[in-house]
Nanobody, 115 residues
Framework: QVQLVESGGGLVQPGGSLRLSCAAS????????MGWYRQAPGKERDLVAT???????NYAGSVKGRFTISRDNAKNTVYLQMNSLKPEDTAVYYC?????????WGQGTQVTVSS
């Protein structure tokens, strides 16, 4: 089992920045990929960004160049730096970890971009 605790969401004006954090505990040696997904009201949960244990990253086209995912393996923590935020980035952001046959989700943190 892997437990994930997210933090860093909130309300920000368009053009602003937020940094999300997700700390993993439990069977952390099983984690291969960590990532962030988001779900806006009435929409499906979509990929935002992922990062492998070796540091390879993947981003959704809509956030490329604005968001940066990073990972501190020593702290078992993944971060999402979000810059130049837009109202369409408003969603609940979920942390995710994947390993061999495992898939865990955090409880989600709300990000609202509004003036």
């Amino acid at each position: 089992q892997v437990q994930l605790v997210e933090s860093g969401g909130g309300l920000v004006q368009p053009g602003g920045s937020l940094r999300l954090s997700c700390a993993a505990s439990g069977s952390i040696s099983s984690i291969l990929v960590m990532g962030w997904y988001r779900q806006a009201p009435g929409k499906e949960r979509d990929l935002v960004a992922t990062i492998t244990r070796g540091g390879n990253t993947n981003y959704a086209g809509s956030v490329k160049g604005r968001f940066t995912i990073s990972r501190d393996n020593a702290k078992n923590t993944v971060y999402l730096q979000m810059n130049s935020l837009k109202p369409e980035d408003t969603a609940v952001y979920y942390c995710n970890t994947m390993g061999f046959g495992t898939n865990y989700w955090g409880q989600g943190t709300q990000v609202t971009v509004s003036s």
